[in-house]
């Protein structure tokens, strides 16, 4: 079936503030069916693979963590995203493939070809149009961050290097996919760095 709605990703390491902007853009939306989603999760199935994949008393391997993420991504866009994409509504996906190429690819050293072997259905069925690449460095988003209350799952326990590593993974995600992929540079005024989402978007023709 032809796709006639667009797919819009947000993407970057942890509080850098894109899922704000993910729900703001779908609220701004709404009028012409925008729905909102995020991953891992999605879908009953994927928000159930979400809890074993972020729980922090469960080891699981990089291999197992890299599949299951592609086991519910292939979940959630066949039930989710592609019938609502086929329907003419505009998908807002906190997190997708490129968080993979991150997490799995580089943090946890699959690498990205393996990634994007293992997410071959949706790299075939479900890219999305465009992806907002919210950058900002782990360690800027920390400073910010300090003082307010900070979640513990699996991956934001991690250490500064892990994140370091996912930001170097986003940026060699943006040499790849450069036509898709546009780099947003998160403002402290929540405002100003909404504007920029916006005009990416007009510059694209996407709104
Ligand atoms: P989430 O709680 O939504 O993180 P955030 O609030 O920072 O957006 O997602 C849980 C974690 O899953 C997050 O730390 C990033 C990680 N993740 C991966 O490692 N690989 C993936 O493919 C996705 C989608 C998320």
């Not at 465009?130 to 300090?146: G, H, I, Y």
């Not at 699996?154 to 995600?173: I, L, P, V």
């Not at 504007?195 to 510059?203: D, G, I």
């Amino acid at each position: 079936m032809e796709r006639k709605g667009i797919f819009i990703t947000f993407e970057g390491c942890e509080g850098v503030g894109k899922s704000t902007h993910a729900k703001r853009l779908a609220a701004l939306l709404s009028e012409r069916g925008a729905i909102f989603t995020r991953e891992p999760g999605g879908t009953p199935v994927a928000e159930k693979i979400r809890e074993i994949l972020i729980s922090d008393s469960l080891d699981v391997s990089a291999e197992t963590e890299a599949e299951l993420f592609a086991v519910q991504r292939r979940e959630h866009a066949d039930n989710l995203i592609i019938p609502a994409l086929n329907a003419g509504k505009t998908v807002i996906c906190d997190r997708y493939i490129d968080s993979s190429i991150a997490y799995q690819g580089f943090a946890r050293g699959i690498g990205v070809e393996r990634v994007l072997l293992l997410n071959d259905y949706v790299v075939r069925n479900c890219m999305p149009d465009v992806t907002l690449f919210f950058d900002m460095l782990p360690a800027e988003s920390f400073r910010r961050k300090k003082g307010s209350v900070i979640e513990h799952d699996r991956f934001e326990s991690e250490k500064e290097d892990f994140h370091m590593a996912c930001y170097r993974g986003f940026c060699e995600a943006a040499r790849l996919f450069p036509e898709r992929i546009v780099r947003i540079i998160p403002d402290a005024d929540k405002d100003v760095t909404f504007e920029r989402v916006l005009v990416a978007l007009k510059q694209r023709g996407l709104i």
